[in-house]
């Protein structure tokens, strides 16, 4: 497979470095990474000019002029150290595309080096801090499975050079070969098509219809009550802290879903987001490890959604809010958005009506749309959300819905589901309910089945066995073009006339029939019972679930 021509009126890709080329990221990286040490230097050479500023004194004291030639000369010294380290760490920081991976070397004192295979990464990231949008810099972030933080970062390049570097490191990972005759020449960026934005109006709604806002609402009518009641004014002051957290809070929301839009293009879901700070995602197919779509009561009133997903490499929600940010798929959108989300996610839904089926994940009660709810015997362990807490299956994806009033329908498709376990406590063996957890990577998205009944907990751990081992054999390669189902990936390789179309290599063994049908070995075989009657052998180890059960469990 060669790389797709690029479509009439796409821009040309420009030659890139021979592979396996080491290379050096911006002069300018270290400045706009070190910026902090020289506000830092400046600080503590400047704090004494400007508290005497502040407070009317004269600027420079009477012994000044003896010790200014020392003064200059100490942060002479300091500086030129610091540009020193600057240029030395800018020196030794290389990376290389080469043999699959994608390394990177660091550091002149302790040298370190990070490397990620291509076929394993899990999404990558062009990010633009406010100063490096200043100097038209921008960083790479390469995620991988199992990585408790970015696997790989080259900070920075120039916003063009990150863009081919991602557009040609995204074909690596997807298969895509170099033509052979140009192979300096860098992968063209993929086209992408627009599917939502997310306009500011409705992101600043979400947020004060939030769940913050209610209890600070609920905090500040009880002050005032207290305050009549016990003639104190004192319960204000309680608030000072919420409010400014809150403020912290809508702030930081605020700045990562600030201009939100998501594309799909043949290497992944592309999001682009941020007020001062930007950044674009890439997604890649298939990268997905499990999905939740959440409605607060609140946000009920205007039909609004959000969606978090589980990425290989992303882990858990950090303090900063930056995972948070990066494990959103969509902040707040209505329904026509979700379901636009979910066909990118899961371009087979693995049922005729889709639609139907979430809709009731997403509203339903009772059995709508076949889910399987928890039995009227436990309605008193969860007298509100027995009638919704529930599971249904498709071909593809295992999904669950929980929640009366903060609902919540979460997908893990099968080949996705790494471990399960069954959790039944005093209370749940007197009512003969059971909780089914399914076991995914690190992220905001827990799928855990509420107040099943124990026979369908137990069939269900059967039977998601099964599913999940078949669809992990499905699964053969690790590579995005050979792995997504509907593939429109496919289309564009097979179009790429003067590259692909030249493979009549499938061909001749699709119709070397002659090799085939005077084969009269075949036939004995075929018609000779005693031999292909045992073969029923395999079919009860693909169907059974009572052998893959105890295993996992």
């Known amino acids: 497979m060669t790389a797709n021509v690029p479509e009439a009126g796409a821009p040309t890709a420009v030659p890139v470095a021979p592979d396996g080329e080491w290379l050096r990221v911006h002069p300018a990286s270290a400045f706009v990474r070190g910026w902090v040490a020289l506000a830092a230097i400046g600080f503590f050479f400047g704090r004494d000019f400007f508290e005497r500023l502040l407070q009317g004194r004269p600027l420079f004291e009477e012994d000044f002029a003896g010790r200014a030639p020392w003064l200059v000369a100490g942060g002479g010294i300091v500086l030129v150290v610091t540009v020193l380290g600057f240029i030395l760490t800018w020196y030794f920081t290389k990376y290389q595309v080469a043999e699959g991976y994608v390394r990177v070397n660091s550091g002149f004192l302790f040298r370190q080096q990070r490397q990620a295979r291509l076929d394993r990464v899990q999404a990558i990231d062009i990010v633009q801090p406010l100063l490096a949008r200043i100097f038209g810099l921008a960083e790479l972030k390469f995620e991988v499975a199992d990585a408790g933080e970015s696997a790989v970062k080259l900070a920075y390049l120039r916003m063009d050079d990150a863009r081919q570097l991602r557009a040609t490191i995204l074909a690596r990972a997807a298969g895509v070969v170099p033509d052979p005759a140009r192979p300096q020449e860098a ?21 004060l219809l939030s ?74 197919p298939g990268r997905v490890q499990a999905l939740k779509v959440a409605q607060s009561p609140l946000w009920r009133i205007f039909g609004w959604y959000r969606i978090q997903v589980n990425v290989a490499g992303y882990g858990a929600i950090e303090s900063n809010g930056e995972t948070s940010s990066r494990t959103t798929l969509l902040p707040v959108g209505k329904l026509a958005d979700v379901m636009s989300m979910l066909a990118l996610v899961l371009p087979d839904p693995g049922t005729p009506e889709p639609g139907r089926i979430f809709a009731a994940g997403l509203s339903g009660l009772d059995s709508d749309g076949g889910f399987v709810t928890t039995p009227r015997r436990g309605r008193f362990l969860a007298p509100l959300g027995w009638r919704r807490n529930g599971f249904a299956t498709t071909d593809t994806a295992l999904l669950i819905r929980s929640g009366r009033w903060w609902r919540e329908l979460v997908m893990v498709p099968h080949q996705r589901t790494q471990s399960m376990a069954l959790h039944q406590g005093p209370l749940a063996r007197r009512f003969r309910v059971a909780d089914l957890v399914l076991h995914t990577t690190a992220g905001p998205v827990s799928p855990r089945l509420t107040q099943a009944g124990l026979d369908e907990a137990r069939g269900l751990f059967d039977a998601q066995s099964a599913r999940a081992r078949l669809a992990r054999k499905r699964q053969t390669s690790e590579q995005w073009l050979a792995t997504v189902a509907p593939a429109p990936v496919v289309e564009p390789v097979e179009t790429a006339s003067p590259v692909v179309e030249p493979a009549p290599v499938v061909e001749p063994v699709e119709t070397a029939s002659p090799v085939v049908e005077p084969a009269p070995v075949v036939e004995p075989v075929e018609t000779a019972s005693p031999v292909v009657e045992p073969a029923p052998v395999v079919e009860p180890v693909e169907t059974s679930p009572q052998q893959e059960g105890p295993q996992r469990g």
């Open 187 to 207: 992968a063209p960026e993929a086209p992408e098509y627009p599917v939502l934005s997310v306009p500011p109006s409705r992101l600043i709604g979400s947020l």
């Open 211 to 284: 769940e913050q806002s209610f209890f600070v609402v609920v905090g500040g009518i009880a002050a005032v009550i207290l305050s009549a009641v016990t003639d104190n004014r004192g319960f204000f002051f309680y608030l000072i802290p919420a409010v400014l957290g809150l403020a912290a809070s809508y702030w930081g929301f605020f700045n990562k879903g600030y201009n939100f839009t998501a594309a799909i293009s043949p290497d992944g879901i592309r999001l682009r987001y941020g007020l001062l700070d930007t950044q674009a995602q890439t997604l890649p």
